[in-house]
């Protein structure tokens, strides 16, 4: 018994995070840290970023800031030179930031810059970070990448539950996470004979922290669309990602693990 709960340990790893310091993200970090890996944050904001990696060494955690914005392929290039000679045991990419809205009120610069976000970023951060993730392959025998789609790049919203087209789930975030669910499937064909695994996690419903307190009613709603009869909690992604992440799932490549409370199973 104890091999398999060694199996899920990160001790002696090292994590990428991108967009660590937003609500599903800072539980993301958690996890990782928790559970050994040391964590390089991402974010657009060295505040935000820093915040975050003290909160992490409070805890006797391993973390560093990573500064850089995913859609600039500048920034992104540079983190060769922060891990150069390094291993990268974990890349997640999970950095994503957008409004609402409909098919008849979106523009088609938002499904671009949507697209640019998700698929395009996690292009170029895996292409970046390859050689990295290939010696870590070499030196432990394994690497992970987990890219964070969504329930909605698998199905749509029901727009009935919102109070608006700007508020609503917006068709370029689910184009752009139902892209980026087929993406990692041919990725992990490409990089299996590197003993690089790739799968994505599909969230939802995970409403952002707050809208509890503003619109409960708007939970209410969501709640009722459950199988479990409930939203989730951030924390329940620590999981799902920590087995994806560990090599308690070695054999495990090309997957999609949806974490939604049954909202897709209907």
Not at 49 to 63: G, Q, S
Not at 71 to 99: F, K, S
Request: charged share 15%; hydrophobic share 40%; proline share 5%.
């Amino acid at each position: 018994m104890s091999q398999v709960f060694a199996s899920f340990s990160l001790a002696g790893k090292t994590a990428l995070l991108t967009g660590a310091t937003g609500y599903l993200g800072e539980q993301m970090a958690m996890a990782l840290a928790s559970a050994g890996a040391r964590v390089l944050v991402n974010s657009r904001s060295r505040q935000r970023a820093d915040l975050l990696v003290e909160r992490l060494k409070d805890n006797r955690y391993t973390a560093e800031p990573l500064v850089f914005d995913v859609t600039d392929p500048g920034a992104v290039n540079e983190i060769m030179d922060v891990l150069q000679g390094q291993a990268l045991h974990i890349l997640i990419n999970n950095a994503y930031a957008g409004r609402g809205g409909t098919v008849e009120t979106a523009n088609t610069c938002q499904y671009q810059d949507s697209y640019e976000m998700v698929v395009s970023s996690a292009h170029r951060i895996l292409q970046a970070c390859l050689p990295a993730l290939r010696e870590a392959v070499r030196q432990d025998g394994d690497a992970s990448v987990i890219n964070i789609a969504s329930m909605y790049g698998m199905v749509s919203p029901d727009p009935r539950m919102y109070d608006s087209p700007a508020s609503t789930n917006p068709p370029f975030y689910g184009a752009a996470k139902a892209a980026l669910i087929q993406w990692s499937r041919y990725a992990s064909c490409e990089l299996g004979n590197d003993g690089i695994r790739v799968n994505s996690i599909s969230p939802g419903p995970f409403p952002a922290e707050g809208v509890e307190e503003a619109n409960p009613g708007f939970v209410e709603k969501l709640a009722s669309r459950v199988p479990l009869g409930r939203i989730g909690r951030a924390e329940e992604l620590q999981g799902p990602l920590l087995f994806l992440a560990s090599s308690a799932s070695s054999f495990v490549t090309g997957s999609n693990l949806v974490v939604d409370g049954g909202w897709t199973a209907w």
